[in-house]
């Protein structure tokens, strides 16, 4: 039995310890924000907090989980959060979406650990989340808005 805490709720489930917490969080739980993408780490797509921190969900095996809090782009509701949800709306970011849910996570693990970051700590911070669209000035602007608007 594996049990994990999710966006605040325990859930006990009878899987693989070696299942990637991915399928565990979209295909046992059916919270679908976090997206498959690649696979192997490198688009960001299924990316989510483990213990506030951004991390990979594709290759993070949920016995890693376990005793730890993860947290959904379903269960952003920090200052911090709302700040990058806010930006990304004002600033239309979104162009097909699939990547966006990996991409505020990440920015918003960003602006939580440092509340003005310069282009190189935003740089750093995103790398790794790949967008098809090309969003990614779009992308920086927000996480400048949101990181204006938490001072």
């Known amino acids: 039995m594996i049990e994990l805490t999710i966006n605040g709720q325990s859930h006990s489930l009878e899987i693989d310890p070696d299942m990637p917490l991915l ?16 696979g ?7 990316t989510v ?14 016995s890693l989980a376990q005793g730890k809090q993860i947290t959904t782009i379903e269960g952003l509701d ?7 949800q806010d930006a990304w709306q004002k600033l239309d970011v979104v162009q097909c979406g699939y990547c966006q849910s ?11 650990s ?11 911070a995103m790398n790794g989340n790949i967008c098809r669209c090309n969003t990614y000035v779009r992308v920086r602007a927000a996480i400048k808005e949101a990181a204006k608007s938490l001072t």
């Open 23 to 38: 399928w565990a969080i979209r295909d046992v739980i059916g919270l679908t924000g976090a997206k498959y993408g690649c």
């Open 40 to 46: 192997i780490s490198q688009c960001g797509a299924c």
């Open 49 to 62: 907090h483990l213990d506030g921190k951004a991390i990979r969900s594709c290759v993070t095996p949920v």
């Open 78 to 84: 920090s200052k911090v959060a709302i700040a990058v």
């Open 102 to 112: 990996g991409q505020i996570m990440s920015a918003v693990d960003l602006l939580s």
């Open 114 to 124: 440092n509340p003005q970051p310069g282009d190189d700590d935003i740089d750093n």
